[in-house]
T-cell receptor, first 113, second 113 residues
Framework: DAGITQSPRHKVTETGTPVTLRCHQT?????MYWYRQDPGHGLRLIHY???????DKGEVSDGYSVSRSKTEDFLLTLESATSSQTSVYFC????????????FGPGTRLTVT | GNSVTQMEGPVTLSEEAFLTINCTYT??????LFWYVQYPGEGLQLLLK?????DKGSNKGFEATYRKETTSFHLEKGSVQVSDSAVYFC????????????FGGGTRLMVKP
C-alpha cells in the first residue's frame, strides 16, 4: 500500500469556522490531489499539486484553498466552513506523468453543523 | 470535455452470479482507463487498468477490455463473492493531464449469500 495518511479522520465543526485537513505521503511522489466524495456525484477534484508550491484548481475549488510547502504534505483549508462542505475528503498521490495511477488515502469525514 | 458514464446501482446479485458493470466514456484524446474499488469505510483502490485499445486489464478475477470502437470499458467477473460487495468507479485519464482522473458516479454492488 502507498504510504498516505490523512488527518484528522473525522471532524465535526460549526459553520463559519476555519478547517484544515492534512495529507501526508511517504512515497516522495510529485503529484497530489484533493477530492470530495458526495452521494450522486462520485469523486470531484478540488485542487491538485504538481510540485512544491505549485498548485492549481480543480472542478469544485470555490471555498477551498491549498498549500504545499514540502513534497510530503498537502494541506486543504476551508477558510469559513459551510454546510455544503459536509463531505468525505480524499487525498491522492501519483508518482510521475508516466505512471498514470493515483493512490488514495483513507479519507476524512467532515461534518459542518 | 471528458466524461465517464456508469450504470446506476445498486446492483444486487447472489453469490457466484456473473457480474457486468457498464462503463462508457467520452474523451478529447486517447485516454487510459481504470476501475477503482471502494470497500466500506475505506479509500479507493486501483482494481485494474488498460492503456490502449483492445488491452484487457485483470485482477482478482475481474476483467475489463478497452473497446475504442464503442468507447467502453465494462467490468466483468464470472462468479462474485460476498466480499466483492463495494462501490466500483470507472475512470479515465489523458496522459498529458498531470494524471488527472475523471470519474464516473460509481456503482454499488451488493452480493448476497
Amino acid at each position: 500500500d502507498a504510504g498516505i495518511t490523512q488527518s484528522p479522520r473525522h471532524k465535526v465543526t460549526e459553520t463559519g469556522t476555519p478547517v484544515t485537513l492534512r495529507c501526508h505521503q511517504t512515497e516522495n511522489h510529485r503529484y497530489m490531489y484533493w477530492y470530495r466524495q458526495d452521494p450522486g456525484h462520485g469523486l470531484r477534484l478540488i485542487h491538485y499539486s504538481y510540485g512544491v508550491k505549485d498548485t492549481d484548481k480543480g472542478e469544485v475549488s470555490d471555498g477551498y484553498s491549498v498549500s504545499r510547502s514540502k513534497t510530503e504534505d498537502f494541506l486543504l483549508t476551508l477558510e469559513s466552513a459551510t454546510s455544503s462542505q459536509t463531505s468525505v475528503y480524499f487525498c491522492a498521490i501519483s508518482p510521475t506523468s508516466g505512471m498514470l495511477e493515483q493512490y488514495f488515502g483513507p479519507g476524512t469525514r467532515l461534518t459542518v453543523t | 470535455g471528458n466524461s465517464v458514464t456508469q450504470m446506476e446501482g445498486p446492483v444486487t446479485l447472489s453469490e457466484e452470479a456473473f457480474l457486468t458493470i457498464n462503463c462508457t466514456y467520452t474523451a478529447t484524446g486517447y485516454p487510459s482507463l481504470f476501475w477503482y474499488v471502494q470497500y466500506p469505510g475505506e479509500g479507493l483502490q486501483l482494481l485494474l487498468k488498460a492503456t490502449k485499445a483492445d488491452d484487457k486489464g485483470s485482477n482478482k478475477g475481474f476483467e475489463a477490455t478497452y473497446r475504442k470502437e464503442t468507447t467502453s470499458f465494462h467490468l466483468e467477473k464470472g462468479s462474485v463473492q460476498v466480499s466483492d460487495s463495494a462501490v466500483y468507479f470507472c475512470a479515465l485519464t489523458l496522459n498529458n493531464a498531470g494524471n488527472m482522473l475523471t470519474f464516473g458516479g460509481g456503482t454499488r454492488l451488493m452480493v448476497k449469500p
